[in-house]
């Protein structure tokens, strides 16, 4: 069989599994191809926003039903369930991000006619290549409530995002300004392909600014790491790290002042870093943990009161190729004042690895993490952080990690060397809610 037989026949098998015609129109100011144009034209239903339906009103014969999209369920519930031929229109791509999704859901194939993407363009515009970033929605679901801050914590983790923003607090209002004061290059693309296109590279006087134009694009980059140094193999994060709980030596420290891998071993896997997440590291020291958090992939933020150590922290971020939110003070009066307050996003996650009772209290009762780790060298902190657990309403665990490395004698011979014994005390959100529950 000749390979365009082949492609006829998968071509034909997609459009038998497409039912009664459904057809997804991509729009981005170009004209329609001609498939494009004829599906219209044969279509009893046509579906979009007002603006697409205009963009399209000399390619319909009078008598086409023409459905302005508002609620999604109910039109493509509609559209689902007749037999009769519908065309259904969307911006850029409508297989990312888009309604392609919505249908496929509901069992149906659609032919799908995709345009540009809003990503793409936006990244074009810019003058950017985009193979090396990372791409997130802020158009939220009900049930998480929380895609506006999921998506700020990735933007800021990584050197270069692309944030599909939302009317309703999730437009560029709720990323501009936490962006600039990372020092990130901001650009918002509005409107794309259309007569009132406007790309703005946002400056100071765009921090707090609310009149943006729908439907846009944020675009955020790292002036320092805007072209990723070799070509990037999967877009945007690269998966988990090639390793974890490195060695004390892969940290600048000050006299072993570093949590030991054993330790941080155990409190990655309860601090559950990744994409889309905030962990605060308090008592920093090192940053260790922070740097592994931001090698997952969480926005990572260190708050420690030594100056000399907060360079640490940074010098130990660049060595390893992530981004650290350094914050120096005494704590616990170094924590924002609420979640947001200074640029500081809310944390899903707390690591509490140095500080007393206190700052533990502190960042448990007014920041409600998700999930909260202690590492505990003192026996006499075991009780009352366990209790400070309890009472802030989260599950606890704990153990105690007693590591003995191999090391060489003098004979050519291994002994066991023992490390000092550190006790980790863990949180999780309680079923019934009482802490803040996390993405």
């Not at 459009?15 to 279509?43: F, H």
């Not at 509901?106 to 993407?117: D, K, M």
């Not at 409530?145 to 309703?168: C, D, F, I, Q, W």
């Not at 729908?214 to 675009?219: A, F, G, M, R, T």
Request: charged letters at 20%; a neutral charge.
């Amino acid at each position: 069989m000749s390979v365009r037989t082949v492609a006829g026949a998968a071509r034909r098998t997609a459009e038998s599994a497409a039912g009664p015609g459904i057809t997804v129109i991509g729009m981005d100011g170009r004209r329609l191809p001609a498939e494009a144009r004829r599906a219209l034209w044969t279509a009893r239903t046509v579906a979009g926003a007002a603006r697409h339906l205009d963009a399209v009103a000399d390619l319909v014969p009078s008598g086409t039903e023409l459905v302005k999209l508002g609620r999604l369920d109910p039109v493509l519930d509609r559209i689902a369930a007749s037999s009769e031929p519908a065309a259904v229109l969307a911006s850029g791509d409508p297989g990312f991000f888009g309604i392609v999704r919505a249908l496929r859901e509901r069992g149906l194939t659609p032919r799908v006619h995709p345009a540009v993407s809003s990503v793409a363009a936006a990244f074009a515009r810019a003058g950017l290549p985009w193979d090396d970033a990372v791409v997130v929605s802020a158009h939220g679901r009900a049930e998480s409530g929380r895609s506006a801050e999921r998506a700020l914590a990735a933007a800021l983790a990584h050197p270069k995002a692309a944030v599909l923003t939302a009317p309703g607090g999730a437009g560029p209002e709720a990323f501009v300004g936490p962006l600039l004061r990372a020092g990130r290059t901001v650009y918002v693309a509005q409107r794309l392909e259309t007569p009132e296109e406007s790309v703005v590279e946002a400056g100071a006087d765009d921090a707090d600014r609310t009149d943006w134009a729908h439907p846009n694009v944020v675009l955020s980059v790292d002036p320092a790491r805007a072209v990723a140094p070799s070509m990037a193999w999967m877009p945007g994060h690269q998966g988990a790290p090639d390793g974890w709980a490195l060695p004390e030596d892969a940290f600048e420290h000050r006299a072993s002042m570093v949590t030991k891998p054993e330790v941080r071993a155990l409190a990655l896997a309860r601090l559950a870093p990744r994409p889309g997440t905030v962990v605060w590291d308090v008592g920093a020291c090192s940053g260790s943990v922070a740097v592994e958090c931001a090698r997952f992939g969480a926005h990572a933020v260190a708050f420690e009161q030594s100056g000399e150590d907060c360079a640490r922290i940074r010098a130990n971020a660049r060595e390893h190729g992530v981004h650290v939110d350094v914050r120096h003070g005494r704590l616990p009066e170094a924590f924002p004042g609420a979640p947001g307050d200074d640029g500081v996003p809310a944390p899903d996650a707390v690591f509490l690895g140095g500080g007393d009772d206190r700052v533990a209290a502190e960042a448990l009762r007014r920041f409600r993490p998700a999930r909260a780790v202690a590492a505990l060298a003192s026996v006499d902190r075991v009780g009352t952080v366990h209790a400070l657990l309890c009472d802030a309403g989260y599950d606890v665990g704990g153990t105690q990690l007693q590591a003995s490395r191999l090391a060489p004698l003098p004979n050519g011979s291994l002994r066991l060397a023992a490390a000092n014994p550190v006790t980790l005390l863990w949180g999780t959100a309680a079923p019934d809610g009482s802490a803040a529950s996390g993405p």
